[in-house]
């Protein structure tokens, strides 16, 4: 008895057509092994007990007699179809396997860098398009190959081509592969330890937020920002001599991102750069492992892009730091992903810091720096931009700052002086924020004073009021708990 699922492409119901519309009546399915002449069996029963013929004759109406068709488990097929003359219908159907074939969690009992499975079923014969699920049993120190059933090691390979390398997932991960016909691609990972996000390199494994430059909460131009101010979420400008005008601008043609960030030069700069800063919880567990980060970078004219990454003398306190790693890049005037990779040291578990500057950290006295898709995560992968949804990824930014427009709030009595009203209550932030108050309306007072309170609320009272009327106040609020 063989095990057998349900053929995803002549399982149920299928139905042969000529090209003119016709069923193919009496025509003809031969099966064959994938990608050869090799007959292979297929089944009318869902417990592989009763074969059916080879070639499988369809009924007057094109239809399998049985209305189902059932294969092994373990291998993959090629369909050919023909009519009742022996005339060929349609390409063959090659590299058919069952619906989720191989997506049972296997365990891995290979070596370190050398995975090996044995999925129940045995596979006879590897397809693309296997996919396989794998508890890995070894954290990979360089090039990782995986052996299934014994038929012979294969090439893990991540994103863009590039083989695995020490640190692109851990002992205990479950990782997900597909053979591509020649070697396996690393698809997605989730650590067995956590589920929380950032805990693998796989689900969220992006640790800049606002990479896209898609959330500008606190505005879209910034002509004369002050230097270590914040621009675009997350987003950092520091210059010296001059201030560099900041903007979100449409990302370049041919740039998959819809949104950049755009420098400016401006006479008198001596350096001007965008940085994000990493909060602790977020990068501490690649500590003493590979990164790899990249930008997507347009210059109006060639230049030189330095990068550097530093770590906080102390947790999240960013008042000194310590350069850790850092490179060059040579930007041309047509976009381009520009990667590195770096070994984040011990004090990594303080924070991390990514800089780039324009023009070499040198003056940057005019054109633009265009910078979209910045990503940095595990491993010495560089693996396509994780664009997250647009609703995830302004979660992400608002536990560092939130801006909400045209609040109001009334008072709970008449009488002269200050009067309480309901607290303005926001999801949970990193921190107890700063506030910012602005666009004040009054009704029956002359102020609104907001004081913070906890990281989830702030305290609102409305001041100067009339005695005998209820006061109103409206108001922009925003709250920052940045790094």
């Known amino acids: 008895m063989a095990a057998v699922a349900l053929c995803p492409t002549f399982g149920v119901g299928y139905t042969s057509l000529l090209s003119n519309g016709s069923p193919n009546a009496l025509g003809k399915i031969w099966t064959y092994e994938a990608g050869t002449s090799t007959p292979a069996t297929t089944y009318q029963d869902a417990g592989g007990t009763t074969p059916l013929a080879n070639p499988i004759i369809l009924d007057g109406t094109g239809r399998v007699t049985g209305g189902e068709i059932w294969i092994q488990q373990a291998m993959a097929y090629k369909f050919v179809v023909e009519d009742v003359n022996g005339n060929q219908v349609g390409p063959p159907y090659d590299n058919i396997a069952t619906i989720g074939a191989g997506i049972q969690l296997n365990v891995d009992t290979g070596a370190v860098n050398a995975i090996a499975i044995a999925p129940t079923p045995g596979i006879w014969a590897l397809a693309a398009g296997m996919e396989f699920s794998i508890k890995v049993a070894y954290t990979p120190t360089g090039a990782v190959t995986v052996n299934v059933s014994g038929l012979g090691a294969k090439a893990l390979l991540g994103g863009g081509g590039t083989p695995i390398g020490a640190g692109d997932f851990a002992a205990g991960d479950i990782i997900s592969v597909e053979y591509d016909g020649t070697q396996f691609y690393l698809q997605s990972g989730r650590s067995s330890a956590s589920s929380g996000p950032g805990d693998t390199p796989f689900a969220l494994r992006n640790r800049i937020i606002n990479g896209d430059m898609r959330v500008a909460q606190r505005g879209t131009s910034f002509a004369a920002p002050a230097t270590a101010s914040y621009t675009l979420d997350r987003w950092m400008v520091s210059w010296a001599g001059a201030a560099t005008a900041v903007a979100q601008v449409a990302a370049p043609a041919g740039v998959a991102a819809i949104d950049a960030l755009q420098i400016t030069g401006a006479a008198g700069n001596t350096n001007a750069a965008i940085q994000q800063r990493i909060e602790s919880v977020n990068i501490a567990d690649l500590a003493g492992l590979s990164v790899t980060f990249q930008a997507n970078l347009t210059a109006s004219v060639a230049q030189t892009v330095q990068w550097n990454l530093q770590t906080p003398t102390a947790i999240d306190n960013y008042s000194a730091t310590t350069v850790i790693a850092s490179g060059t890049w040579n930007v041309g005037t047509a976009p381009g992903v520009y990667t590195a990779t770096a070994v984040l040291p011990a004090s990594a578990a303080n924070g991390l810091q990514l800089l780039i500057a324009a023009n070499n950290g040198g003056a940057f006295t005019s054109g633009t720096l265009t910078i979209t898709d910045v990503q940095l995560e595990p491993g010495t992968v560089a693996t396509p931009f994780e664009r997250r949804p647009i609703g995830l990824e ?90």
Not at 406 to 427: E, H, Q
């Open 394 to 483: 302004r979660e992400l930014c608002e536990w560092y700052y939130r801006y909400s427009p045209a609040l109001s709030r009334w008072s709970y009595w008449t009488g002269n002086g200050n009067s309480w009203c309901d607290p303005v209550v926001f999801p949970t932030m990193r921190t107890i924020p700063s506030v910012a108050v602005s666009g004040q309306t009054y009704q029956n007072c002359t102020s609104v004073l907001i004081s913070p309170n906890t990281a989830q609320n702030v305290t609102v009272q409305t001041g100067g009021n009339t005695s005998g009327y209820v006061a109103y106040a409206s108001f922009n609020l925003a709250l920052s708990a940045e790094l």
